[in-house]
């Protein structure tokens, strides 16, 4: 039987695959939280990650966001072996790790190491990936229907192996797609037809326009077709005071989405840790929170 990942030890993580992952997200009843990290900037206790800092304050899943897969850095570790570093992240933090993808078009000028295609995903895979979120930064212009093809095309080569995730956290530079354009109902099941395991939405209060009311819907229609959701913060209030961060939290949990996402633009690279902590505690408790937190990774 799969334990609910609010009671995994890191012995557990490494015996999971993507059917147990996802199982034991879903066990966990919209307790679980994923922090987003970025390695090339300078870590903010300088020579201690950002991911071992984002572990140590309750995230249970760390995504490296700006990670280039073919031209690897990340800033803080130790062994300094490009092929190691997301293997070197797991020695350190004991979590599940996942990468952000972009699905832009062919005329970006952004590096082919950070775009979506089989090619960065089996990369991906290879370094230890669990996970993979075809998504978009500011400005990137990716757009829904360049998310729709990269989940299919990485469906097609590493669907048994990577669980993927997709969505957009804000409009990613694209006009027509912002507020409640966003993501809509057909997005939804472009996505889910084209085979996401885990659909990314933004987090209500997080965009103009975005209501616990509308994800709820979203998330309602993805749980009917068997497909987990993950709300997730993109806008900077990852660097918010705590008030506004419990409140997003608990908006979150009424639309009875799985995964809690925080962004990296608290401090550069890493949300305040502080809202870590406060965001899991709203949603779970002290007592899962400090769990997380003071559990060792040798355990």
Do not use: W
Request: charged share 25%; proline share 3%.
């Amino acid at each position: 039987m799969v334990k609910r990942l609010l009671d995994c030890n890191t012995s557990d993580f490494k015996d999971m695959g993507k059917k147990e992952i996802l199982t034991s997200i879903k066990a966990s009843e919209g307790r679980v939280i994923i922090s987003e990290i970025i390695g090339v900037v300078q870590p903010l206790l300088y020579n201690i990650s950002n991911a071992e800092l984002a572990a140590a304050f309750g995230a249970d899943l760390l995504l490296l966001n700006m990670f280039d897969l073919f031209n690897p850095v990340f800033y803080g570790l130790q062994k300094n072996n490009p092929d190691e570093i997301i293997k070197e992240i797991k020695e350190l933090t004991g979590r599940i790790i996942g990468v952000n993808l972009e699905a832009v078009d062919e005329a970006s000028n952004l590096t082919p190491g950070r775009r979506a295609s089989v090619a960065t995903a089996r990369k991906a895979r290879e370094m230890g990936a669990d996970f993979i979120v075809l998504t978009g930064n500011p400005g990137t212009s990716v757009s829904n229907r360049e998310i729709v093809k990269a989940i299919t095309s990485i469906k097609e080569e590493l669907g048994e192996e990577l669980i993927l995730a997709a969505g957009k956290m804000h409009a990613a530079g694209v006009l027509s797609e912002s507020g409640e354009q966003i993501i809509t109902e057909q997005d939804v099941d472009e996505f889910i037809e084209a085979g996401c395991d885990l659909l990314l939405l933004p987090a209500p209060g997080s965009v103009p326009g975005i209501t616990m009311e509308y994800i709820r819907g979203l998330v309602k229609l993805a749980h009917s077709r068997e497909v987990l959701t993950m709300t997730t913060i993109g806008t900077s209030q990852e660097g918010a005071d705590q008030q506004t961060i419990r409140e997003i939290a608990l908006l979150c949990k009424m639309t009875g989405t799985d995964l809690h996402h925080l962004g990296d633009a608290g401090f550069p690279g890493i949300a305040i840790p502080e809202n870590i902590m406060s965001y899991s505690i709203a949603i779970r408790g002290k007592r899962h929170t400090y769990s997380r937190m003071a559990r060792s990774i040798i355990r």
